[in-house]
C-alpha cells in the first residue's frame, strides 16, 4: 500500500520539550514538505527538502529543524525555541521538487495534532 | 517569492447552486495551479489543477480557470451537494507549494 505516513497522529508536549514528528513515505518522491496548519491560515511551509541530504527553510522556520538522511523519510523537530508549537502538522511529497518548469503534484499524510501542555 | 491571497474566507450555498472561490498570485512565471479539498479531520486532496498554457480544465461537476494576464485563477463546482462541503485551498509553486488561507464552502440542503 503505496502512500506517505506520519505519526503519531496526537501529540502532547510539555513546555520546554523537543518532540520530533515523524514523515515517512515509499511513493519513491525527491521531493518532501512540512506545512503547519493553524485555524484560518491555511497551510504555511516550514521546511522543505527536494533531495537527500538537502533542506531549505519555508517561510515559518524558526524553532523547527528537520533532516534528510533517507529519501523516504523526513523528520520535524519541534524545539522549546517554537512559541506557539500548537498545531495541526502536514507532511508532503512530490515526484520531484515543485520547481516551476518541474511542477507536480504533492501528496499529504494525514497529519499530526501537536497539543503543548 | 510567490504570495497566494485567496476569496471569500468562507461561503455558504443552498445545495444545487454553483460555488465560485478566487484566487490571485503574485509571481508571473508561476505556472501551475491545483486546488485541494480538505474534509474536517483529513488530508488535503488534490481535485484538480491547471498549467499556464490553458484557460480552463473541467472535470464533471468542477472547473478551474485561469486568467494570466490579471493573474487570478478561481475554482468553480456546480449543482453543489452536502459533500462538497469542506475547506478548499489554491496554490502556487515556488520552490514548494504556497497555499490561500482556505475557503470553508457549506452546502446546505
Known amino acids: 500500500d503505496g502512500g506517505i505516513t506520519q505519526s503519531p497522529k496526537y501529540l502532547f508536549r510539555k513546555e520546554g520539550q523537543n518532540v520530533t514528528l515523524s514523515c515517512e513515505q515509499n511513493?519513491?518522491?525527491?521531493?518532501m514538505y512540512w506545512y503547519r496548519q493553524d485555524p484560518g491560515q491555511g497551510l504555511r511551509l516550514i521546511y522543505y527538502?527536494?533531495?537527500?541530504?538537502?533542506?531549505q527553510k519555508g517561510d515559518i522556520a524558526e524553532g523547527y529543524s528537520v533532516s534528510r538522511e533517507k529519501k523516504e523519510s523526513f523528520p520535524l523537530t519541534v524545539t522549546s525555541a517554537q512559541k506557539n508549537p500548537t498545531a495541526f502538522y502536514l507532511c508532503?511529497?512530490?515526484?520531484?521538487?515543485?520547481?516551476?518548469?518541474?511542477?507536480?503534484?504533492?501528496?499529504f499524510g494525514q497529519g499530526t495534532r501537536l497539543t503543548v501542555v | 517569492g510567490e504570495n497566494v491571497e485567496q476569496h471569500p474566507s468562507t461561503l455558504s450555498v443552498q445545495e444545487g447552486d454553483s460555488a465560485v472561490i478566487k484566487c490571485t498570485y503574485s509571481?508571473?512565471?508561476?505556472?501551475?495551479f491545483p486546488w485541494y479539498k480538505q474534509e474536517l479531520g483529513k488530508r488535503p486532496q488534490l481535485i484538480i489543477d491547471?498549467?499556464?498554457?490553458?484557460g480552463e480544465k473541467k472535470d464533471q461537476r468542477i472547473a478551474v480557470t485561469l486568467n494570466k494576464t490579471a493573474k487570478h485563477f478561481s475554482l468553480h463546482i456546480t449543482e453543489t451537494q452536502p459533500e462538497d462541503s469542506a475547506v478548499y485551498f489554491c496554490?502556487?509553486?515556488?520552490?514548494?507549494?504556497?497555499f490561500g488561507k482556505g475557503t470553508t464552502l457549506s452546502v446546505s440542503s
Open positions: 508532503a511529497s512530490s515526484i520531484r521538487g515543485t520547481l516551476r518548469e518541474r511542477n507536480t503534484e504533492a501528496f
Open positions: 511513493l519513491n518522491h525527491d521531493a
Open positions: 527538502s527536494q533531495i537527500v541530504n538537502d533542506f
Open positions: 509571481d508571473s512565471a508561476s505556472n501551475y
Open positions: 491547471i498549467r499556464s498554457n490553458v
Open positions: 496554490a502556487a509553486p515556488r520552490t514548494a507549494l504556497i
